[in-house]
């Protein structure tokens, strides 16, 4: 068990839908990242938070958005979903403001769109 | 932006060693990591090096060469274990922050 808590750990639905992910990250850590890892691809930058507020954005979707909370537990979520979606959402978390310290990854949501 | 290559498939023997290159080419360079991933489950850490050298941690190693933007990933003494993705990660600062990103991963198999 690494620290970082991400739900759900599997998730089916249906294009045009919408999902929500979640992480909690590992006690101490104020940062939070998440990643995309489609099958048989590298991970994909997302987005990433410290203490609340958005640090950095890779590639991510307009259809796509995040937060960090007060209690600094983050929130993905993912609308409009198309078929390309589908993949592994990791969190990480880190206890430094940015890839300062070594991320510590979730063990990631499985997203499956039919 | 960043660029991150390594080799998207190896096959080594159980016992022996195998190297695993990676070669970057980034502005802001701040670190380098490599991550262990097993099928379907979460990368692990295995090495940091942010200094030109050799970083030698039980049966893994790590090189860095800061100039040549070139670093690999040394497994010696290989177990079926090792059969995994292994992820090169480099470490960016710019426009005040840093950013970690990874290349597409080599797929190592170790056969009996």
């Known amino acids: 068990d690494s620290g970082v808590t991400q739900t759900p750990k599997h998730l089916i639905t249906a294009t045009g839908q919408r999902v929500t992910l979640r992480c909690s990250p590992r006690s101490g850590d104020l940062s939070v990242y998440w990643y995309q890892q489609s099958l048989d691809q590298g991970l994909q930058f997302l987005i990433q938070?410290?203490?609340?507020?958005?640090?950095a954005k890779g590639n991510i979707l307009e259809r796509f958005s995040a937060q960090q909370f007060p209690d600094l537990h983050s929130e993905l979520n993912l609308s409009s979903l198309e078929l390309g979606d589908s993949a592994l959402y990791f969190c990480?978390?880190?206890?430094?403001?940015?890839?300062?310290?070594?991320?510590?990854f979730g063990a990631g949501s499985r997203l499956t769109v039919l | 932006g960043q660029n991150i290559d390594q080799p998207t498939e190896m096959t080594a023997t159980e016992g022996a060693i195998v190297q695993i290159n990676c070669t970057y080419q980034?502005?802001?360079?701040?670190?380098l990591f490599w991550y262990q991933q097993h099928a379907g489950e979460a990368p692990t850490f295995l090495s940091y090096?942010?200094?030109?050298g050799l970083e030698e941690k039980g049966r893994f190693s790590s090189f860095l060469s800061r100039s040549k933007g070139y670093s690999y990933l040394l497994l010696k003494e290989l177990q079926m274990k090792d059969s995994a993705s292994y992820l090169c990660a480099v470490r960016t600062y710019s426009g005040g922050y840093q950013k970690v990103t990874f290349g597409t991963g080599t797929k190592l198999q170790v056969i009996p």
């Open positions: 938070y410290y203490n609340g507020e958005e640090r």
């Open positions: 990480a978390s880190s206890a430094g403001e940015a890839g300062a310290n070594v991320l510590t």
């Open positions: 980034t502005s802001g360079f701040n670190g």
């Open positions: 090096n942010v200094l030109d």
